[in-house]
């Protein structure tokens, strides 16, 4: 159960990642800091640590791993703990594997295209404006600053509520919480901006034997 939900919850946060392509932010109004804080550079990695929390608190069991995303619509999500799986994608398709089942989901990359974490991965801060109330909860003078996005129309969002922590410019945790109070929390470190890729790093060939389901992503 805690594997199907941690793919479900990578598959709508993975993309979200690459709000770690930050910039320079001097004082603006929040929708302007936020517009520069997701644009500018073009590639970044890192290890993370999810987990998710219940409406009581609760905290389930935690994955960890690591990450390399690129402009536009590419990365690559290694979970390694407690089990291993890899997210990819191309910028076509986002491949989903699962080496102890032996399978490969394949779904259209752009089936992401209208959700919140795509526009965030996208930077499109004029749209995420339109369809969420952009505020900056708090900034301390330690370069300390938290995002909240809430959804103008709340009854038809996939979230009640995104929020974005950066310190500096750099962003360190991301939540994101749904109608039911559960909120999946993604934790950054060692956070490198360009770095130097490997060439073929987002090709995606599915291993031999394994079992690949194509999914039409509607």
């Keep these: 159960m805690i594997k199907s ?13 690459t709000l770690v392509l930050g910039a320079t932010v001097t004082q603006a109004s929040p929708v302007t ?22 409406s009581d608190g609760n905290r389930a ?25 890899e997210i ?8 989903i594997h699962d080496p102890d089942l032996e399978q490969v989901t394949r779904k259209p990359a752009n089936g992401q295209n209208n959700s919140a974490p795509a526009m965030i991965l996208n930077g499109q801060i004029e749209q995420l404006s339109e369809r969420f109330d952009i505020a900056r909860i708090n900034a301390s003078e ?18 009640t509520r995104i ?6 410019e750099r962003i360190s945790e991301l939540s994101m919480e ?5 909120r999946s929390m993604l934790v950054l470190d060692d956070l490198e901006y360009d770095p130097e890729l490997e060439e073929g790093v987002f090709a995606f060939i599915p ?12």
């Excluded at 800091?33 to 219940?54: K, M, P, W």
């Excluded at 960890?64 to 402009?71: E, N, T």
């Excluded at 990819?88 to 491949?95: A, E, K, M, P, R």
């Excluded at 749904?178 to 559960?182: A, K, P, V």
């Design 5 to 17: 939900i941690l793919t479900k919850v990578v598959v709508h946060v993975v993309a979200t990642a």
């Design 33 to 54: 800091e936020l517009d520069a804080l997701l644009s500018g550079h073009e590639a970044a990695r890192a290890n993370f640590t999810q987990f998710a929390l219940n």
């Design 61 to 85: 069991e935690d994955s960890s791993g690591h990450f390399v995303v690129a402009r536009p619509n590419r990365f690559r999500w290694v979970t390694e703990t407690p089990f291993v799986q």
């Design 88 to 95: 990819v994608s191309d910028g076509d398709f986002i491949w």
């Design 142 to 159: 330690n370069g300390v600053a938290l995002y909240e996005l809430k959804p103008l129309d709340a009854e038809n969002a996939t979230f």
């Design 163 to 168: 929020r974005l922590l950066f310190e500096g």
């Design 178 to 182: 749904d109608s039911l109070g559960q």
């Design 207 to 218: 291993p031999e034997g394994a079992d690949v389901i194509l999914d039409p992503g509607q």
